[in-house]
């Protein structure tokens, strides 16, 4: 598959968003910085950098608020000092939490594989797709049927599939929209998804009704 471009992604870069909280199974729970939450939501590309390896997960859910104040303060390992500057009430201040699914494995040289990315660790940090990687994530040379079809087998939610069409509109202006319906009718076919006359109406919303 694509190469992720790693080097845009460490804890000073503007797309460090945050920490995993915790993990269940290939779901991932995340804390973002209270300044950081702003534009994330539902079907947002994530990149998690963990020992072992990189991880791409896609949110699964908006933004909600908790207060857990001492139980997880959110605190990046060897930035402690840094991160207690930046937000010197963390310990007392609303958290702001994210669910993600554990997509794919990057390796650390950047290459995508698709197969299920390692189990990240307790602040583990947490960064948004760069646009350019976010197209590497939809497309190669066609779209990536594979990505549509493990969602619609593992959270076939017609909401978080009309907030991707949004988020595929912004980086396939040069792919011919008929092949595109095409090429993700068969993936959800193929994954038994049930609410395909939904998502066409959704698709035909989002390609062209907005246009």
Same mark, same amino acid.
């Given at each position: 598959m694509n190469r992720l471009n790693v080097e845009y992604y460490n804890v000073s870069s503007r797309y460090f968003v945050g920490e995993v909280?915790? /993990?269940?199974? %290939?779901? /991932? =729970? /995340?804390v973002l910085y209270p300044d950081k939450y702003y534009g994330l939501g539902l079907s947002t590309p994530l990149y998690i950098v963990s020992d072992e390896c990189g991880i791409i997960a896609i949110s699964v859910s908006n933004v909600t608020r908790a207060k857990y104040g001492k139980e997880f303060a959110l605190v %990046? %390992?060897?930035?402690e000092e840094d991160i207690s500057r @930046?937000?010197?009430? @963390?310990k007392s201040h609303y958290n702001y939490i994210i669910k993600a699914y554990n997509l794919y494995n990057v390796s650390k040289d950047g290459v995508i594989h698709r197969k299920r990315g390692c189990n990240p =660790?307790?602040? !583990?940090?947490?960064? /948004? @797709? !760069?646009?350019? !990687?976010?197209?590497?994530?939809f497309f190669n040379s066609s779209f990536n049927n594979h990505l549509l079809w493990i969602l619609a087998r593992e959270n076939p939610d017609p909401m978080l599939f009309r907030e991707i069409l949004y988020s595929i509109k912004e980086i396939s202006n040069d792919y011919d929209k008929s092949r595109l319906l095409k090429e993700?009718?068969?993936?959800?076919?193929s994954a038994g998804y049930k609410e395909l006359e939904i998502f066409i109406r959704d698709f035909k919303e989002v390609f062209i009704d907005e246009e």
């Open positions: 909280m915790y /993990i269940e199974g %290939r779901y /991932i =729970t /995340i %990046r %390992r060897n930035v @930046l937000y010197p009430d @963390l =660790t307790p602040h !583990d940090p947490v960064f /948004i @797709l !760069d646009k350019e !990687d976010v197209k590497k994530l993700m009718l068969s993936s959800l076919h």
